[in-house]
């Protein structure tokens, strides 16, 4: 019987919702003690398209799945106390197993609480209106006009099969690319219907049209968009999908290499570690692929109508489709395995993180925080990984 004892953090202010604190002998970050103020949710009606309706409101504090990064036990929930808080004793039971009620896709209303509780972490306050050209990132959203759709592209969050899914449903693209020529998506294909380009050549129309359309984003696991963006931009093999060709990332690479191992040569590839080493030296990165999701979600100037998990695409894409009257669909998995949990990403990324000492796993965890919370994300030592945790409850 394993024994763990939890230390309960002192209460918050009520007015200031404090950080998480990520133990890694620990089981899952504790969390605040209290907080008053009501959640706020920026994430719309997939059937009004307008406004988010009043938000959900919900007793629960912001919780992490994050998980030890040796096991993957879940503790019983602690007792409440009146008193200031104490040092209590959890007896740990049996470890959870793999479970196929989470291949079940989530809910809207279940994401729009969660996306609540990021908020609540990050201090955003509701928005009354929503305007697409105010975005922080405006180089990210994108609106295709003839479908009536903003669409926030996440990079190595699906961003790819998303947007050319998306432009054969605006009829922008006649033909289906492959692996090896879909970043082609990136470039000519889509520079006209960036928000940047409708925001300088859209007139007073754009900035209506935009409120008034359908809107989604693409979020993923950030354990396996970080190994994803790695092997795809870092990393000194290719595979099939690949694309290393911007001279941003390679300076990049050199970077890391010359400030971490300390040696200056452009040949040189630096290990997965290393590349975790400079992100937590530099407190993340302003390239998209490896910056977190939620600094490039439009909130709180925006609502979204429907957000989906990357790893419920396959199953969630119907939805978007339907609303779009289209019958396009996206191209499946680069290995062809339908389960999440089973896919060539997932398991390089629990073997990858399961290498790395804790104390880099505290700290790059302590980056992507509000990534893990959007989703109520799994950690890389859950045997459900990388799905959501949207059955549990702790």
């Not at 808080?85 to 809207?108: C, K």
């Not at 062809?336 to 804790?358: E, M, T």
Request: aromatic share 10%.
């Amino acid at each position: 019987c394993l024994i763990i004892f939890i230390h309960l953090p002192t209460r918050s202010n009520d007015t200031e919702l404090s950080s998480y604190i990520f133990d890694p002998n620990n089981i899952i970050p504790t969390k605040p003690d209290t907080i008053d103020e009501e959640p706020s949710s920026n994430l719309g009606d997939i059937e009004s398209k307008t406004i988010p309706t009043k938000p959900y409101t919900t007793d629960e504090e912001p919780t992490s799945n994050l998980g030890d990064v040796e096991s993957s036990t879940i503790p019983t929930k602690p007792d409440t106390t009146d008193g200031e808080p104490e040092q209590i004793q959890n007896t740990i039971t049996d470890a959870p197993a793999i479970d196929n009620m989470y291949l079940e896709q989530p809910s809207q209303q279940w994401i729009r609480e969660q996306f609540d509780k990021a908020y609540r972490l990050l201090g955003y306050k509701k928005t009354e209106l929503r305007s697409w050209l105010t975005c922080p990132i405006l180089k990210q959203q994108f609106y295709f006009k003839n479908i009536k759709t903003v669409f926030t592209a996440l990079p190595k969050s699906g961003n790819s099969n998303w947007k050319e899914a998306l432009l054969n449903a605006d009829g922008r693209l006649t033909k289906k690319l492959d692996s090896t020529t879909v970043n082609k998506v990136h470039g000519a294909l889509s520079n006209t219907i960036r928000m940047t380009w409708w925001k300088k050549t859209g007139g007073n129309w754009i900035d209506k049209a935009t409120r008034e359309a359908f809107s989604f984003a693409v979020v993923r696991n950030p354990w396996t968009r970080l190994v994803s963006g790695y092997k795809d931009k870092i990393a000194e093999y290719d595979e099939p999908g690949t694309f290393k060709a911007t001279q941003l990332t390679k300076d990049i690479r050199i970077k890391i290499v010359q400030e971490i191992r300390g040696v200056h040569n452009i040949k040189l590839y630096p290990t997965f570690e290393e590349f975790l080493l400079y992100l937590i030296k530099h407190k993340t990165t302003d390239n998209v692929h490896f910056r977190p999701q939620h600094e490039m979600l439009c909130i709180p100037q925006a609502s979204y109508d429907y957000v989906i998990p990357l790893e419920y695409s396959n199953v969630m894409q119907k939805d978007v489709w339907k609303h779009i009257t289209t019958s396009v669909s996206l191209m499946e998995s680069y290995d062809g395995v339908s389960d999440p949990r089973q896919q060539s990403s997932a398991l390089r990324a629990k073997d990858w993180f399961s290498k790395i000492k804790p104390e880099i796993i505290e700290q790059v965890y302590d980056l992507f925080r509000a990534d893990f919370v959007l989703m109520n994300y799994s950690n890389f030592s859950d045997p459900n990984f990388p799905l959501p945790l949207h059955h549990t409850e702790l």
